[in-house]
């Protein structure tokens, strides 16, 4: 059995000498006993390639090659096919509203992303609500006193209260025609309500309020 074809031939009792030596290896080919011509095949130019059926799944299995035995461009994106990747095959993109299995080596879907982005804010859309939390944990209280009988402390009760206290209360008194009929204030305030004052006004309709807490 012949593996390298020898470039050149000596004749029995020929002095050997470092050109022939050279001569010899020079021209030396592989022999076609060095391929199995399956799996692997000698080209045109004499070297041994692998052929395509050499490359089998049972070669390409978890651990069998590492990125070492890839060349930088022995691999390109377009070899794989857009049909093949599929988000199943995607392990680790995560699909979660809650964003509670969220890590810092997943992606997300932008369906989810939307989800929590629009979950996050208590409500995500205005429906009347007089009291709404935003997503710092700030929240807002609104509301309108209409009982302005004045010269007198007026409570106003938030109905729900905040949880821990109230940051600071807004008034806006609607209507009075005479600058008598300014003198709105609040006296005290706490995480329930508060008491204003009011005075007796021409005009007065009442007052509008905002309170914002945590």
Do not use: C
């Amino acid at each position: 059995m012949s593996i390298i074809n020898k470039g050149t031939a000596f004749s029995n009792g020929e002095q050997l000498s470092a050109n022939k030596l050279n001569s010899l290896v020079d021209g030396a080919t592989f022999g076609t006993d060095s391929v199995d011509n399956a799996s692997t095949i000698v080209n045109a130019n004499g070297a041994i390639t692998v052929r395509d059926s050499g490359v089998t799944d049972a070669k390409l299995a978890s651990g069998a090659v590492s990125t070492a035995k890839i060349a930088a461009d022995a691999v390109t994106t377009a070899k794989i096919l857009d049909a093949n990747v599929t988000f199943a095959k995607l392990t680790d993109v995560i699909d979660d509203d809650t964003m509670a299995a969220a890590t810092d080596s997943t992606l997300a879907t932008s369906e989810s992303i939307k989800a929590y982005v629009d979950g996050g804010f208590t409500p995500s859309t205005y429906a009347g609500e007089e009291s709404v939390t935003l997503p710092n944990g700030l929240i807002m209280k609104t509301g309108f006193f209409s009982d302005e009988t004045g010269g007198e402390d007026k409570a106003v009760d938030y109905g729900s209260a905040f949880p821990n206290a109230t940051i600071s209360v807004q008034l806006t008194q609607v209507g009075g025609t005479t600058s008598s009929s300014s003198n709105v204030r609040v006296i005290t305030y706490s995480a329930s309500g508060f008491t204003m004052y009011v005075n007796t006004g021409a005009g007065v309709l009442g007052n509008f309020w905002q309170a914002i807490g945590y």
